[in-house]
Structures are given as C-alpha cells and as structure tokens.
C-alpha cells in the first residue's frame, strides 16, 4: 500500500505541550487558595442573584477555555522553530507563516511510484546520505532525512545539502539518533519500510582528539536506531554503513567480507566492527533485517572536506604546501576511491533486495536475512597519482611535501573484493578516478565560486 493513501493524523498530535513557567505561580500558594475561594463564593451570591451575572460568568468561561487552546496548540507567531522536550525541528516558512512540521514530513514520505518505499535517511544532511536521498526521491519514493548537523566540518556545506534536498522535497528533520523521544515519535507517525543509516562520527584521525564522539555516534547512537526499528509495528529494513576499516592490519589483499576483521587499527574502524555485531545480535534476537556495506574511500561532489582529495584541491588552488604520507621504506600509500555514483548504486541495491524484518513490536517471529557487503572500486591508486590527477585538471603545480605516515590509526592500502556484492546486488562500479575527480573539480569551482573563497 501507499503512503499516500493512510489517514493523515491530526496537526498536533506530535507537539509537545509548553512547559509551564515558574513566574505564572506565586510564591504563597496557600493565601491564593483562600483567595481563589472567596471569589467563588461571592461569584455564586451573584449567580442566585442576577440572570445579567449569568451570562458574564459564562461568557468568562468560554473565553478562558478558548486562550487555553491557543496557547496549548498554536506556535508563537514570527517563528520557524517548533521546540520538543530534546531537540529544536526547524520548518521551512511559507509567506512568511510556520508550515507545521508534521505536514512537511508527511509530503516528504509521500510515495509516487508503484510498490515504493517510506525510507528514513539519518545523517541525509551528509555526504553519502544527501546523494542516496535525492537518488530514491526521483525515481519516487518517500524520503525523510534526520541529521544532527553537527561542527566536525564546514556546517555551511550541510546547510547547502539541506536546501538542495528541500528543492526536491525532502525534508530533514534537525535530530539526533540518540534522542529515542524523537524517533519514536517519528515511528509513530510514519510507517517507514525501510531505514539506510548513513549517520556516523566519520574520520581516522581525529578519532584521537574526540574519541568520546565516535562512541556516542557510532556506538550508542546506532544501538537508539536499532531499539527504536525493534519496537516498530511494522519493523523496518535495516540497510547502514560499516567501513572498509573494519579490515585494520588484515594484510590479505583484495580484502573480502569472509577475511578477518578482527584487528582494527583505529577506535574508528572498531567503532564500526563492533556495530557489526550489535547489529547481528539485533538480528537474531528480534528478527531485524541487516544489511551491512563496507565502503571503500568514497569522493565525489558535495564530498566531505576533511578528506585528501577535498583539501589537497583547496590547498593547491590556494598555493599551499600539502603532505603526502608514505608507509615503510617510502612506500606510497594507496586507497580504493569509489566514486559517490557507484556508492548509491550499491545502496540502492541493497535496500531493493532487502529482506522484510520478521520481528513486531520487539518480538522475533522467525530468521531475518542478514548480509554484508563490500562496496568499492576494485582499482586502488596511490595518494601520489591522486596529486598528479587533481593538477593537471586544477592546472596548477602541487607544494607537495613527503612525509612518513604517522601512527594515527591509518592504513597504508585498501582494496575491495566485490564479487559478493556483484553476485547478489548486481553492483558494477564504472568510474574511474580521472573522470570522478573532473566531475569532483567541476563542482568545486561552481559551489566556492557562487561562496567566494573558501
């Protein structure tokens, strides 16, 4: 059945009642008490007395009812924010009026293609998660974003994400997965068929500053998610990112999902092991369907700038030196970049063979399909041909400087088997790097430009 064709529920079923102010109350509640008694009383002589009395005290009445709904179920004129017990949703305006937010998240579900899905893309303010939003938007399905934009890089660039996702109608919930009164909520509200969870504490090396960032994230906030899906009637299709880091010091080459992933080389990388198996037991204990993807060094437009591709383009086209790493007796370091095309293609694959969770309302009601796959490129070019490429396409000369990697939690190679992933999801990266780092540059130069500089 369609999303489109539920009975939409009432406008305030999902905000939350103003707190009530300390300063409404005296500092003697007794001496009101007293008060508030004899004014009945002597509103009751004139109530045996008057029929004129009768009808003021009743046209009293109606009128404080009547200020009760309003402060109770209206928001302050002027402003775009509607305020929950956790968090601030923010709603787009309209003519200078608040459009509820319920209302933008049920056109945003709405389902425009035969047998499509209600899908729930957490961090769909992202790199990954704005790219696969907008993909299933097109081709029809409902599509909700939550994402807590957080400051680990530029917020300016998700805020541009947003308003890119909201010209296609797809509305971001302003959230974070660790607050369960919010998804709830929106578990109740929405029938979700699926959720692609691409939210996550992303980055190797400043996992050493923050360590405590990735547990919340990638930890407590995947295990909120799961809770929340486990809970749900119906349960929904799990399919979320893992990483190629998971393979840590594995030395076996091209790394395959049945190599060991036991050794990881970063609290990222065991982060995202360890919701590996959280994700299992949620498997098998309430029958939530799991599809886990590894992916593979992903780049592409609208990236993330904390990545080598992003800043090396920054840093050359600024005239600034940049550091190239090199592993044991100067070898070059070496990653598997994926474009971000061929990354949505094997989403999008995996969440349209997806299993249906067999699981409700946190009960197990029989074996749910569980699956991991790889998602790369399958072709691994060193950081220093990546360098070659992005000047001859920026046409300026790199500062490079050569510099021995540094024991932050890096890697010195990856490379992905994806023959599963070929098998089962009929997945076919097609991009190479010289033609995913032109359309990479291309957008570059159009969104700093339409900036200024960077």
């Not at 709904?69 to 003519?95: K, L």
Request: glycine content about 8%; some cysteine; hydrophobic content about 40%.
């Amino acid at each position: 059945m369609l999303l489109g064709s539920y009975s939409k529920p009432a406008q305030h079923s999902l905000i939350l009642e103003p707190p009530l102010r300390a300063d409404n109350f005296p500092s003697t509640p007794g001496k009101v008490k007293m008060e508030r008694n004899n004014y009945f009383g002597r509103v009751t002589n004139r109530w045996n007395s008057s029929t004129s009395s009768k009808f003021l005290f009743w046209a009293i009445v109606c009128v404080g009812l009547m200020a009760i709904f309003v402060f109770r179920f209206t928001a302050p004129v002027g402003r775009n924010v509607t305020h929950t017990r956790h968090s601030v949703i923010r709603t787009a305006t309209r003519g200078g009026a608040t459009a509820p937010w319920e209302n933008q998240v049920w056109q945003s579900c709405l389902v425009k293609r035969e047998q499509g899905f209600v899908v729930l893309v957490t961090g769909a303010a992202g790199f990954v998660g704005s790219h696969v939003s907008l993909f299933l938007k097109k081709r029809g399905d409902g599509v909700l974003g939550i994402d807590n934009f957080n400051h680990y890089y530029e917020p300016l660039l998700k805020r541009s994400r947003q308003a890119l996702l909201a010209k296609h109608g797809i509305f971001v919930v302003e959230g974070d997965i660790n607050d369960r009164g919010l998804l709830m909520k929106l578990f109740k509200f929405v029938p979700f068929t699926h959720v692609m969870h691409l939210a996550a504490q992303a980055g190797v090396r400043y996992a050493m500053e923050n360590p405590a960032s990735y547990v919340r994230s990638n930890i407590a906030g995947l295990v909120s998610l799961f809770e929340t899906c486990k809970s749900a009637n119906p349960q929904p299709a799990i399919i979320w990112a893992s990483s190629s880091s998971v393979y840590g010091l594995n030395s076996k080459v091209p790394f395959s999902e049945i190599d060991r992933t036991d050794q990881p080389a970063s609290l990222y990388a065991a982060t995202k092991k360890a919701g590996e198996e959280i994700a299992h037991s949620y498997n098998h204990i309430y029958g939530l369907s799991m599809t886990c993807l590894r992916f593979f060094t992903v780049y592409g437009p609208w990236g993330r700038p904390d990545m080598a591709y992003f800043s090396f383009t920054r840093d050359i086209l600024q005239g600034k030196p940049i550091d190239i790493y090199q592993g044991e007796n100067q070898a070059d370091i070496s990653r598997d970049f994926t474009y971000v095309d061929d990354i949505v293609k094997g989403c999008v694959a995996a969440l349209d063979t997806a299993g249906k969770s067999t699981g409700s309302e946190g009960k197990k009601k029989g074996p749910a399909q569980f699956r991991v796959y790889n998602l790369g490129n399958t072709s691994p070019v060193s950081v220093a041909d990546l360098v070659d490429i992005l000047e001859g396409l920026l046409k300026v000369k790199a500062r490079r400087n050569l510099v021995k990697m540094p024991h932050n939690g890096d890697v010195s190679f990856t490379h992905a088997n994806v023959t599963l992933a070929k098998t089962e999801l009929g997945y076919n990266p097609t991009t190479n790097l010289q033609t995913g780092l032109k359309k990479f540059v291309k957008w570059y130069r159009s969104y700093y430009h339409d900036l200024g500089p960077p």
